[in-house]
């Protein structure tokens, strides 16, 4: 999808408006940036910190039963050097060189973040890796959900490792128009890609714009 919708500045901070109006469960965000932030380093509590958003953010996907919290530590522990280091980088300086890394580190994650229902079925959500991803590394990794992955023709049913890399890549060209229209700082120190998600919410899963 090379010809993406890139919002005006009125447009994009009326996504966020309405976001914050309408969306409550956003407190939850902000606590689970803080104790990632204050846990950092100990896989442990930075697996805490992470379900306290997943089981909120995703209730409808957790409702069917929890992820396994020491296979999250794992999988935390195992990727910690690497996600250190897109900790400290912002997405526009994605390169071809990051996309076998990133491509298994969502592979992971997936498979860590799984459940099994009370059918026995394991059920896979690639919506809850990008908000882990996120919250790990809130200035490089993108949110998404089915239908703004779908409007971006990033539809995960199939190799969501590859779709999440074509979806990165989109945001990155969205992040490069619209990082002038406003002043990050006047959002509670939230990050361009947790308003740019905002605004996707708004507009393609709420239909609030």
């Known amino acids: 999808m090379d ?33 990632i ?8 509590q930075m697996a ?14 957790y409702r069917y039963g929890s992820f396994d919290f020491d296979e ?21 300086s994605l390169s071809e060189e990051d996309e076998q890394d990133i491509k298994e580190i969502f592979e992971e994650f997936l498979k860590s973040l799984q459940i099994v229902s009370a059918d026995m079925k394991v059920r896979k959500s690639p919506v809850a ?4 991803l996120h919250l790990l590394a809130p200035e490089f990794f993108p ?30 060209k969205i992040v490069v128009q619209v990082r002038y229209h406003i002043d990050p700082s006047d959002y509670r120190n939230k990050t361009l890609l947790k308003l740019i998600d905002e605004y996707n919410y708004s507009k ?4 609030w714009i």
């Open 3 to 35: 010809n993406i919708h890139i919002p005006s500045q009125q447009e994009f901070i009326k996504g966020i408006e309405e976001f914050e109006r309408n969306e409550k469960r956003d407190a939850m965000y902000r606590i689970a940036t803080f104790l």
């Open 48 to 61: 805490d910190g992470l379900g306290v958003l997943l089981l909120t953010w995703n209730q409808a996907f």
């Open 37 to 44: 932030s204050h846990f950092w380093g100990d896989p442990s």
């Open 204 to 207: 393609y899963t709420k239909m």
């Open 143 to 172: 949110l998404w959900d089915e239908r703004i992955a779908n409007v971006y023709g990033c539809s995960y049913n199939k190799n969501p490792g590859e779709k999440y890399i074509q979806f990165m890549k989109l945001m990155r």
């Open 129 to 132: 890796v990008a908000k882990a």
């Open 72 to 92: 999250l530590e794992k999988c935390i522990r195992n990727n910690l050097k690497k996600l250190e280091e897109y900790r400290n980088r912002n997405i526009t």
